[in-house]
């Protein structure tokens, strides 16, 4: 079992910036791909990031690229997620997962065990 909390979210003005943290406890924590999705109000909850077990590779959805940066330090059993330059349409609930397979995988479906989220509001 992983549990997985997040932290970091809230209210931020049109080209903002946030940290969201993401704590594990459990099994290992460097043996899972740790992935941050986000899920708007009547919206499907949607991949935003993803990293590998080493943190070597990383992959970002379209609409986030160049502006958010994922990182884990294992030591700390933390992964982040850095949000820059941030827009109205970043307003959602984000959710950090763990993977244990270790792929970059993109799919909600893909992942075995997700925190209870946390909100980021942008306003315009």
């Known amino acids: 079992q992983v549990q997985l909390v997040e932290s970091g979210g809230g209210l931020v003005q049109t080209g903002g910036s946030l940290r969201l943290s993401c704590a594990a406890s459990g099994r290992t924590f460097s043996s899972y791909g740790m992935g941050w999705f986000r899920q708007a109000p009547g919206k499907e909850r949607e991949f935003v990031s993803v990293?590998?077990?080493?943190?070597?590779?990383?992959y970002y959805a379209d609409s986030v690229k160049g502006r958010f940066t994922i990182s884990r330090d294992n030591a700390k059993s933390t992964v982040y997620l850095q949000m820059n330059s941030l827009k109205p349409e970043d307003t959602a609930v984000y959710y950090c997962a763990a993977d244990s397979s270790g792929w970059l995988r993109r799919t909600v479906g893909a992942y075995d065990y997700w925190g209870q989220g946390t909100q980021v509001t942008v306003s315009s």
């Open positions: 990293i590998s077990r080493s943190g070597a590779n990383t």
